[in-house]
């Protein structure tokens, strides 16, 4: 049980995200390993347009990238890149990538069915 902004929780707090480890790839993309224990690798290159992240375009720049407080930085801190918002970045691209290979379907109430009497 825990207290959060004057509001009681029957569970525990879960721990914030952070950056355990990072490795500079091809392509602009980052092995990051988060606190979670999932390695996960990320392509950065759409953030490349944004003016903050221009210079990175620089390759010897982004594989200066590392860990300040468990956050994914370069240039002695003046450009960082969230832990959370890597991870969305990932997950983005993992389900368009799951989509793209396996097309949902809506499936009628009676195929539902007739999956589950399958079971």
Do not use: H
Not at 31 to 43: A, H, P, Q, R
């Amino acid at each position: 049980m825990y207290e959060l902004n004057g509001i009681m929780y029957a569970d525990n707090p879960i721990p914030p995200l952070t950056v355990k480890s990072v490795r500079p790839l091809k392509d602009y993309k980052l092995l990051v390993c988060f606190s979670t224990g999932e390695e996960k690798e990320i392509d950065i290159t759409l953030l490349l347009d944004e003016p903050v992240f221009k210079v990175l375009k620089n390759v010897s720049l982004f594989n200066t990238v590392y860990i300040d407080y468990g956050t994914v930085v370069w240039n002695n801190g003046t450009i960082d890149i969230a832990p959370e918002y890597l991870y969305e970045l990932w997950a983005e691209k993992a389900v368009a990538k799951f989509n793209k290979e396996k097309p949902q379907k809506l499936y009628s109430m009676e195929e539902v069915q007739q999956i589950l009497a399958e079971k």
